[in-house]
């Protein structure tokens, strides 16, 4: 194998070494989302990292808002556009967390919100 060849192997295999190592940082459990109901979750993250909970859709949802309702009391959540919500805890927290988002939208155009709670486990 040429260097050259060698060294973009390597740095391919690092680079993905190192997507994994940053999604097993940060997990959620999948969840079912309903306009005019709550859903509930739980993530796993590693201190002081971002984690994003992504909504899961089946292309009926027509989301038009995203606003934290209920912010984490040991670090810091915003909205990912309508696509769901960031979470980062305070540095060298570990412990547990908790926060809520509140999207707004329609469902098969049923117009609505939806609140999802996340219960969070920060090591």
Do not use: Q, W
């Not at 201190?47 to 027509?62: E, Y």
């Amino acid at each position: 194998m040429p260097k050259t060849a060698f060294a973009f192997a390597a740095a391919l295999a690092t680079i993905s070494m190192l997507a994994v190592a940053e999604a097993a940082s940060c997990r959620f459990l999948p969840f079912r989302l309903f306009i005019a109901a709550a859903a509930v979750t739980s993530m796993n993250v590693e201190s002081g990292k971002d984690c994003l909970v992504g909504i899961p859709s089946d292309g009926s949802f027509m989301l038009e808002s995203n606003r934290i309702t209920a912010p984490p009391g040991h670090g810091g959540a915003r909205p990912n556009g309508v696509a769901g919500a960031f979470y980062r805890s305070n540095p060298g927290y570990r412990g547990k967390d908790a926060f809520a988002f509140t999207l707004c939208g329609s469902d098969n155009g049923k117009p609505g919100c939806a609140t999802v709670r996340v219960r969070v486990y920060v090591h």
